[in-house]
């Protein structure tokens, strides 16, 4: 019997922390969360998915490795949607791979703006082209080529080998298949809106059968609660940020600042799917999936339900997983919902 996939770490650079999330199996079969963790880093050190502070960053990586106590140095990680180009483009079948190689190479000038010397290309056969048993449907995915080496840099520079670079909405996607699966007969053919929330910006991907049929991000995130607690109570960023998460505010915080801010992360996410209707043939969700920091605020179900009257559910990454002897379970109460993207890389294991 095989020993099974090489260990494998999910790491999520984002614009407020890195994350950590190492699963494993269990002789059940049942995933076992084994190690996970995060670390702030400052605004500014990572800008719009760009590593402005390179040795910072990689410092906060070394700093959650070391909280984390993991041994493995395989990674996986991801690029934010904004740098990478795909397209989904129609090949012959029966290509070897090689043919297959070329020819993406040759297709690809059409598609990406820059010149191919300066891109990381990489491509996966989807499967056959509905109508055409002689095709096949092939996603491409292009970057700059210093958009991948930063990531990959930072996590060399603290002994990690990157062998697994994603793109962060398909890493959400496999994270929540778990979700959607366990929705009334597996999620079939259901219209499913999903958000994550992040601290600048809140991405909505529409999926129906493991298809992608509506993208958007908007600028809105919880870094707005934090400048609103920052305004309300004469904090900077920095000492609200850490009152937020402290959870050590004043009496009228409830309502003076955290109701407000509900408020507008509900019509936040109505606008979002006024978007989607009006942009396409659909005029509702059948399940409408929260995840990202927000949404382990108290109240977001009641807040977004009120602006969107659609059944309304958060994820959390983890459920269903067994916890191994290295995870805190209190930690993960109110942080749980934040790990979806680190989750769908650690999947990666299990999901080449």
């Known amino acids: 019997m095989g020993r099974g996939p090489a260990p494998l770490l999910g790491i999520d650079i984002s614009s407020s922390t890195v994350k950590l999330v190492e699963l494993g199996r269990g002789r059940d079969g049942q995933l076992v969360l084994e190690h996970c963790g995060m670390e702030p880093l400052e605004r500014g050190w990572v800008n719009e998915g760009n590593v402005e502070k390179f040795d910072e960053v990689a410092e906060a990586l070394r700093r959650l490795l070391r909280k984390c106590g993991s041994k493995t140095r395989n990674v996986a ?15 012959a079948a029966g290509l070897s791979d090689l043919e297959l190689e070329a020819q993406v190479e040759a297709d690809a000038s059409q598609y990406i703006p820059f010149p191919l010397a300066e891109v990381s290309l990489d491509f996966c056969v989807i499967g056959p082209t509905a109508g055409s048993p002689e095709m096949v449907d092939v996603l491409l995915a292009a970057s700059r080529k210093e958009k991948v080496s930063d990531r990959q840099a930072v996590a060399e520079a603290v002994g990690l080998v990157p062998v697994v670079m994603d793109v962060e909405s398909y890493a959400t996607r496999l994270a929540a298949s778990r979700v959607i699966d366990a929705l009334p007969n597996h999620g079939l053919d259901a219209l499913i809106a999903l958000f994550e929330v992040g601290s600048y910006s809140t991405g909505l991907q529409v999926i129906r059968n493991d298809d ?3 993208e958007r991000d908007q600028v809105f995130g919880g870094a707005m609660l934090t400048q609103q607690i920052a305004r309300q109570y004469g904090l900077s960023f920095e000492e609200a940020d850490a009152k937020k998460k402290a959870g050590d505010l004043p009496a009228d915080y409830a309502d003076k600042v955290l109701r407000p801010f509900m408020d507008s992360l509900g019509q936040e996410i109505g606008r979002a799917l006024q978007f989607f209707f009006t942009s396409t043939p659909h005029n509702k969700v059948d399940h409408l999936l929260l995840s990202g920091g927000c949404a382990a605020l108290p109240g977001v179900v009641e807040a977004v339900a009120a602006q969107t009257a659609f059944p309304c559910k958060v994820i959390n990454p983890f459920d269903g997983m067994v916890l191994g002897p290295g995870v805190k379970a209190g930690a993960l109460t109110s942080e749980s919902t934040s790990y979806l993207v680190a989750t769908g890389l650690a999947l990666r294991r299990f999901h080449p």
């Open 212 to 214: 992608v049929i509506y």
């Open 77 to 91: 990680l991801a690029l934010p949607g904004s740098a990478v180009i795909t397209k989904k483009i129609v090949l």
